[in-house]
């Protein structure tokens, strides 16, 4: 039989939940049973499929305890007071969105509410990546903007816009989370500017400007679209976007998960985590074993690199040594080399740039103090393109893809400080990036145009001067340059 869950039960829950929950709800008959769970946030909300009185429904669960300052209302009760205002407001302006059912109290101090269940939902997301074309895609994205410019129109906006906020049932676009909607203080159009700068900030920086051309082409119909202020927007968004991912990948999300070991501290991706893999972050003595029985692939004076195998998968584990004394203390309170590979190929990753995927982070600290780190992630496939390039050339898609490698380092802001071409690797038509250890997301424009010339300089310095691969790069390079006014 279920254990009921009382509002104390709900905040106590872990990541992991049970297979069923029933919660009995205050001055009415049946219980709120979930067979499924579409979202989870530890000690404040719980959302699902699941059943009220017979009827199969969506079911959302706040019971956020604390109060929030200025408002004197519990968290809970502030989330679902905002979720049934603005459900009403979306209704309002006939926004397609689930209808609320019912609503009402549990015992604790938590509250519910049950929506219609949409048939066959589909995430927009998930309706993107199943897209057999390109042009399906677009097609997607229109209907996107769409919706949102509907929202602007009915004083409204998306405050959390992302692809999972939106769904298709019956080939129809809804908004999901009313609690993310927001009313307009102003009827500025920087309030939609901003709506779907968001949203374009969500996909991989090569595709900014198609999907801001089809906001301009769907919108401008009825409303007037500042293309140059939405450019300029997206690529604020973007920018703000990176940085924020840096903060979520170094603390325990859906996403990682963090493990202590023995003077360490690890960071390691959820959806690769085994109890091999917990066995091996445990401490330095079970990382060092399985170099030295790895196929070692480097051995320095700052690192050591070794392939494993692993719970049938192959990883690359890099350790980052320290030479002597002064190193040690140099890196004591600072940085370490592995957590900035670790947020490195994060942020390559949502650039959409080809890099070796991130698995887990290690840090020793002894009394506080760095002392080693390591780095484990999968292994980057290509040939390095100083000695691709010399025999194959580059001919003219593989000169698009370094392209779109360089660009987005200049769109994003980011240097990978270590540019030679030791450390591109090329495989196919595709170009990968690999030693991160120096990568830099930059807030300064100063600091960033130093940065990117160092990297580009660095690459060139590959190529013989005068030859055609030289020639090639620079103009590239300069081109690039001059579109982002970094000329010196």
Same mark, same amino acid.
């Given at each position: 039989?279920?254990?009921?869950?009382?509002?104390?039960?709900?905040?106590?829950?872990?990541? *992991?939940?049970?297979?069923?929950?029933?919660?009995?709800?205050?001055?009415?008959?049946?219980?709120?049973?979930?067979?499924?769970?579409?979202?989870?946030?530890?000690?404040?909300?719980?959302?699902?499929?699941?059943?009220?009185?017979?009827?199969?429904?969506?079911?959302?669960?706040?019971?956020?305890?604390?109060?929030?300052?200025?408002?004197?209302?519990?968290?809970?009760?502030?989330?679902?007071?905002?979720?049934?205002?603005?459900?009403?407001? =979306?209704?309002?302006? $006939?926004? #397609?969105?689930?209808?609320? @059912?019912?609503?009402?109290?549990?015992?604790?101090?938590?509250?519910?509410?049950?929506?219609?269940?949409?048939?066959?939902?589909?995430?927009?997301?998930?309706?993107?990546?199943?897209?057999?074309? +390109?042009?399906? /895609?677009?097609?997607?994205?229109?209907?996107?903007?769409?919706?949102?410019?509907?929202?602007?129109?009915?004083?409204?906006?998306?405050?959390?816009?992302? /692809?999972?906020?939106?769904?298709?049932?019956?080939?129809?676009?809804?908004? =999901?989370?009313?609690?993310?909607?927001?009313? /307009?203080? %102003?009827?500025?159009?920087?309030?939609?500017?901003?709506?779907?700068?968001?949203?374009?900030?969500?996909?991989?920086?090569?595709?900014?400007?198609?999907?801001?051309?089809?906001?301009?082409?769907?919108?401008?119909? %009825?409303?007037?679209?500042?293309? *140059?202020?939405?450019?300029?927007?997206?690529?604020?968004?973007?920018?703000?976007?990176?940085?924020? @991912?840096?903060?979520?990948?170094?603390?325990?999300?859906?996403?990682?998960?963090?493990?202590?070991?023995?003077?360490?501290?690890?960071?390691?991706?959820?959806?690769?985590?085994?109890?091999?893999?917990?066995?091996?972050?445990?401490?330095?003595?079970?990382?060092? $074993?399985?170099?030295?029985?790895?196929?070692?692939?480097?051995?320095?004076?700052?690192?050591?690199?070794?392939?494993?195998?692993?719970?049938?998968?192959?990883?690359?584990?890099?350790?980052?040594?320290?030479?002597?004394?002064?190193?040690?203390?140099? $890196?004591?309170?600072? $940085?370490? +080399?592995?957590? %900035?590979?670790?947020?490195?190929?994060?942020?390559?990753?949502?650039?959409?740039?080809?890099?070796?995927?991130?698995?887990?982070?290690?840090?020793?600290?002894?009394?506080?103090?760095? +002392?080693?780190?390591?780095?484990?992630?999968?292994?980057?496939?290509?040939?390095?393109?100083?000695?691709? @390039?010399? *025999?194959?050339?580059?001919?003219?898609?593989?000169?698009?893809?370094?392209?779109?490698?360089?660009?987005?380092?200049?769109?994003?802001?980011?240097?990978?400080?270590?540019?030679?071409?030791?450390?591109?690797?090329?495989?196919?038509?595709?170009?990968?990036?690999?030693?991160?250890?120096?990568?830099?997301?930059?807030?300064?424009?100063?600091?960033?145009?130093?940065?990117?010339?160092?990297?580009?300089? +660095?690459?060139?310095?590959?190529?013989?001067?005068? #030859?055609?691969?030289?020639?090639?790069?620079?103009?590239?390079?300069?081109? @690039?340059?001059?579109?982002?006014?970094?000329?010196?």
């Amino acid at each position: 039989m279920t254990k009921q869950q009382t509002t104390a039960d709900l905040r106590a829950l872990g990541r *992991v939940l049970p297979e069923q929950i029933e919660v009995p709800v205050e001055g009415r008959d049946g219980s709120l049973v979930f067979s499924s769970y579409a979202r989870h946030l530890p000690g404040r909300r719980l959302a699902g499929i699941g059943r009220w009185q017979g009827i199969p429904v969506f079911i959302k669960l706040f019971f956020g305890h604390g109060k929030i300052a200025l408002i004197g209302v519990t968290r809970a009760k502030q989330e679902f007071q905002r979720e049934i205002r603005m459900s009403q407001a =979306l209704s309002e302006g $006939r926004v #397609s969105a689930a209808e609320v @059912l019912d609503h009402g109290t549990i015992e604790g101090g938590g509250y519910w509410l049950v929506q219609e269940l949409l048939p066959q939902l589909k995430s927009f997301k998930e309706c993107w990546k199943g897209a057999n074309s +390109r042009e399906q /895609q677009r097609q997607l994205f229109a209907e996107l903007a769409e919706l949102l410019g509907q929202l602007y129109q009915s004083g409204l906006y998306q405050a959390d816009a992302h /692809q999972e906020n939106f769904a298709y049932s019956d080939d129809r676009l809804y908004v =999901l989370d009313a609690g993310g909607i927001k009313k /307009q203080h %102003t009827s500025s159009q920087r309030v939609l500017l901003k709506n779907l700068a968001l949203m374009v900030a969500q996909f991989p920086y090569p595709l900014h400007r198609d999907l801001m051309g089809i906001c301009s082409d769907k919108l401008s119909k %009825t409303l007037d679209i500042d293309d *140059v202020a939405l450019a300029q927007m997206v690529m604020m968004a973007w920018r703000q976007r990176m940085r924020k @991912l840096t903060y979520k990948m170094l603390r325990t999300s859906s996403w990682v998960s963090k493990i202590k070991g023995e003077n360490v501290r690890a960071l390691c991706m959820r959806r690769e985590q085994t109890p091999e893999l917990r066995n091996l972050l445990s401490g330095c003595h079970t990382l060092d $074993r399985a170099i030295d029985r790895g196929h070692l692939l480097k051995r320095g004076n700052s690192a050591t690199v070794a392939r494993i195998e692993l719970s049938g998968r192959t990883y690359v584990i890099k350790r980052y040594n320290l030479k002597n004394h002064w190193v040690a203390v140099k $890196r004591a309170f600072g $940085r370490s +080399r592995a957590r %900035t590979s670790w947020l490195g190929g994060h942020i390559l990753h949502l650039m959409g740039v080809p890099t070796s995927v991130p698995v887990a982070m290690v840090e020793e600290r002894r009394w506080g103090m760095l +002392r080693r780190a390591y780095f484990i992630s999968t292994v980057a496939s290509g040939e390095d393109a100083f000695h691709y @390039l010399p *025999v194959h050339g580059c001919h003219k898609e593989l000169l698009h893809h370094f392209e779109n490698v360089f660009e987005g380092l200049l769109y994003t802001q980011v240097s990978h400080g270590d540019m030679k071409a030791t450390n591109l690797l090329v495989d196919g038509d595709q170009v990968a990036v690999i030693d991160l250890d120096a990568v830099q997301i930059h807030a300064s424009g100063l600091m960033f145009k130093r940065a990117i010339h160092k990297d580009f300089e +660095r690459f060139l310095v590959n190529w013989e001067k005068g #030859s055609e691969l030289y020639q090639t790069f620079s103009f590239l390079t300069q081109e @690039l340059l001059q579109k982002y006014n970094l000329r010196r």
